[in-house]
């Protein structure tokens, strides 16, 4: 018997999250890619996983079907309530539309990555490096791609520049930190729900 169950959310919760951007073109960007993403550069011949049932990394946080969309719903929940308190506290107003956004979608190639609950496909990008290449070639805002390439922090392949960079990076620690260590009991997963 396994320690997680699969997680409620699908890719329609986070469609309806989308409607938080008011910018219409940049709404209707977003949720484009969450509908079916297709690589721009037909080179890059990969299969993709359903987004519903893939885990966020293998024997990592979310490591359950469907925990990648429950993460990214999470995600961007943080990130909405954190914009709200810094405008709230601070007067300082982030732009709301591009975290919304870069949230929605910072985690979305590792539909090529993760084969299934067990495996990887060979692959040469790094998922935020892909997304956010795939972002530049549809034209997405800048300031969408800078917060979506710097979502891993200092450690990975580019810093979070922006205010509102810095607070997708720690919305999504923090969200992987309490998954993986915190509110489900501590440790990955090393067990999975039997059928
Ligand atoms: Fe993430």
Known sequence: MGVFTVSEITKNDLIDLADEIKDEELRDKTVDLIEE???SNEKMDYEKSDLDKIPCWIGGHHYYEGGLVEHVYSVTKICIELADNFD??????LDRDSLVS???LHDLAKQFILKDLEGFRDYGLDHEVWI???LYSRDFPEKVIEIV???GGETRE????????RVLHHADSLDAELNNQGIFGGGAIFELQEE
């Open 37 to 39: 993403f297709e690589i």
């Open 88 to 93: 709230e506290v601070y007067g300082i107003v």
């Open 102 to 104: 870069a949230a929605l």
């Open 132 to 134: 956010s290449c795939e």
């Open 149 to 151: 390439m710097g979502h």
């Open 158 to 165: 580019a810093m979070p520049k922006s205010d509102e960079a």
